[in-house]
């Protein structure tokens, strides 16, 4: 069974603390997961920001929806009970609880069209959708990420081969490789032995060498192309290679990299400029907006 939206998992978790008793969030999330059948990659899925799981946010903000409409109410931290009002309602036997059933009680319709501290007027979800505030934050900013790597690609594509050169050595060296700028700078495009563009220290110490191929590519890289770059790496006695194109590789040119005994990363046009949005290479930010929740520590007495 796939993940239930936050919607879904309402009813089912009103149900648990139908005996009226106190409930953890935690003993919920362990009851809702075997009531959904979820597997354990079901229940380890996390969010894009890994920082916590898809299905232990979406039963938080059934949670919270619940209370704003007074059928839950939350006794302590990390807790929570059924109200009066809950038990009326699961007495009704309904078969579904979501936004739309809750916007009879008036509480909740405030707290879904009430005004910010600031003044402003509240972001309202639409009725009909699936996923939590997160969720739709975190979507929005990979597409947003996606789209900057699409543009990034295409412009990279129209440098010179000196200046694609030149943007692998700043990657690497914002990544922690190479030791310093001007080191890596005079590795990167001297070579050109036999399929090798350069040579790049590990570690700021030098302690080992790697050996880069980056081109520019129109078509998809094959696996001839890995095989006279592994071939490169032997007659230097290197064991350690990273092959960058613009382009992608082709599914036998990966089972070669990885069924060799050199180890050969490869890092295709996608897996470029998603490490140049990660190490803030070629781009700039525009804005920041951060996500920020209770921090429970600072209120243990």
């Known amino acids: 069974m796939t993940i239930p939206d936050f919607q879904t998992i309402m009813l089912p978790l009103l149900k648990y603390a139908g005996d009226g008793q106190e409930k953890s969030l935690r003993d919920a999330y362990d009851n809702l997961a075997i009531t959904f059948s979820l597997t354990e990659e079901e229940r380890k899925e996390l969010l894009p920001s890994g920082r916590q799981s898809t299905f232990e946010n979406r039963e ?162 094959s696996r001839p192309e890995i095989q006279k770059f592994a071939g490169a790496l032997l007659g230097q006695q290197a064991r350690r290679g990273v092959f960058i194109t613009t382009s992608d590789f082709s599914k036998a040119a990966h089972d070669y990299a990885d069924a060799i005994d050199s180890k050969i990363v490869l890092i295709d046009g996608e897996t470029l400029t998603q490490l140049m949005i990660d190490y803030d290479l070629g781009v700039n930010p525009v804005a920041t907006y951060p996500l920020k929740r209770v921090d429970l520590d600072y209120f243990v007495e």
């Open 60 to 221: 938080s903000w059934a949670s919270t929806h619940l209370k704003k409409a007074s059928l839950l109410s939350s006794p302590k931290r990390g807790h929570f009970q059924i109200t009066q009002r809950g038990i009326d309602v699961l007495k009704k036997n309904s078969t579904r609880i979501d936004l739309k059933f809750l916007r009879r009680y008036p509480e909740f319709v405030e707290f879904r069209t009430g005004r910010n501290k600031q003044g402003g007027k509240a972001t309202e979800l639409n009725d009909d959708q699936e996923v939590t505030p997160e969720e739709a934050i975190e979507a929005s900013y990979l597409k947003l990420r996606d789209e900057l790597a699409d543009e990034l690609l295409e412009i990279i594509k129209t440098c010179s081969p000196s200046f694609f050169e030149q943007l692998v050595v700043d990657l690497l060296v914002r990544m922690g490789y190479g030791g310093t700028r001007k080191d890596a700078g005079m590795a990167i495009g001297r070579s050109g032995d036999g399929g090798i563009d350069g040579i790049i220290k590990e570690d700021r110490l030098g302690l080992d060498e790697i050996y880069i191929q980056a081109k520019r590519w129109e078509g998809t890289v």
